[in-house]
């Protein structure tokens, strides 16, 4: 429950497994008005899109300003999100830089939030977005 219960934008990265399931349960927690999409892989937006209600974007930066919600799913191993896109007080579910050498997030936007994990181990030995920021998490 670290969203705003007002959220009504979600706007996700990616269009996978992990990018349907997260749709399908934010949706139990918040009744979004609008949901984005972007992928890099267009073809994959658009079929996610469809079996999901979303909107199709052309960039990340399209797909997440003005977003209460992000989340990205990527398999990104530089930033695809960056903290000038993202408003005050959104709140970012990042889980596709898994492995310690990649990315999803800018170290802006890192060292600018508070940084929540399911494991502060975990997180030490293979989120590339907590390593390579250098951020703490709680």
């Not at 969203?3 to 349960?25: E, M, N, P, W, Y």
């Not at 600018?112 to 590339?128: C, Q, W």
Request: glycine share 8%.
């Amino acid at each position: 429950h670290l969203a705003s219960k007002d959220a009504s934008i979600l706007a996700i990265l990616g269009s996978g497994v992990q990018a349907r399931s997260h749709v399908t349960l934010l949706r139990l927690v918040r009744d979004f008005k609008e949901i984005r999409v972007w992928s890099p892989t267009a073809g994959h937006a658009q079929t996610f899109a469809q079996d999901v209600g979303a909107v199709v974007c052309g960039s990340v930066e399209e797909a997440v300003i003005g977003a209460d919600v992000i989340v990205t799913v990527t398999m990104a191993v530089e930033p695809v999100l960056f903290g000038k896109w993202v408003k005050p007080g959104a709140h970012v579910n990042a889980v596709g830089a898994c492995r310690y050498n990649w990315r999803e997030l800018d170290d802006d936007l890192m060292q600018t939030s508070a940084v929540v994990v399911d494991s502060r181990e975990g997180a030490m030995a293979e989120s590339g977005d907590v390593i390579l920021s250098k951020v703490g998490t709680l």
